[in-house]
């Protein structure tokens, strides 16, 4: 089991600035990915930025040249958030893609969710 603690949403002025840290703990488990989703009411969760452990990113169009993801270490991964924008306001989620080695042949993956922290732009 993988347990994602999240951290820095807020409230911030258009604009601004904000950062996002997320990190993994738990036992026996790797990281293939890690990336930042988020879902405002009625809409469906989208895709942020995500990171693979090989420094692979990949950005939403709406926040390229904005947002960077980037990994502080292995299972700890931070979004800044740059000239944030009313559209930005939503609850942020943190994913963890994972994998565990069972056998000799046998790889499991899995996907982990954290709880969410709530970002607003506004005045």
């Known amino acids: 089991q993988v347990h994602l603690v999240e951290s820095g949403g807020g409230l911030v002025q258009p604009g601004g600035s904000l950062t996002l840290s997320c990190e993994a703990s738990?036992?026996?488990?790797?990281?293939?990915?890690m990336g930042w989703y988020r879902q405002t009411p009625g809409k469906e969760r989208e895709l942020v930025a995500r990171?693979?452990?090989?420094?692979?990113t990949t950005y939403a169009a709406s926040v390229k040249g904005r947002f960077t993801i980037s990994r502080e270490n292995k299972n700890t991964v931070s979004l800044q958030m740059s000239r944030l924008q009313f559209e930005d306001t939503a609850v942020y989620y943190c994913?963890?893609?994972?994998?565990?080695?069972?056998?000799?042949?046998?790889?499991?993956?899995?996907?982990?969710w954290g709880q969410g922290t709530q970002v607003t732009v506004s005045t």
């Open positions: 994913k963890a893609e994972t994998y565990t080695v069972v056998g000799a042949h046998d790889v499991r993956e899995y996907e982990y």
């Open positions: 738990g036992s026996d488990f790797n990281v293939n990915a």
């Open positions: 990171i693979t452990n090989y420094d692979t």
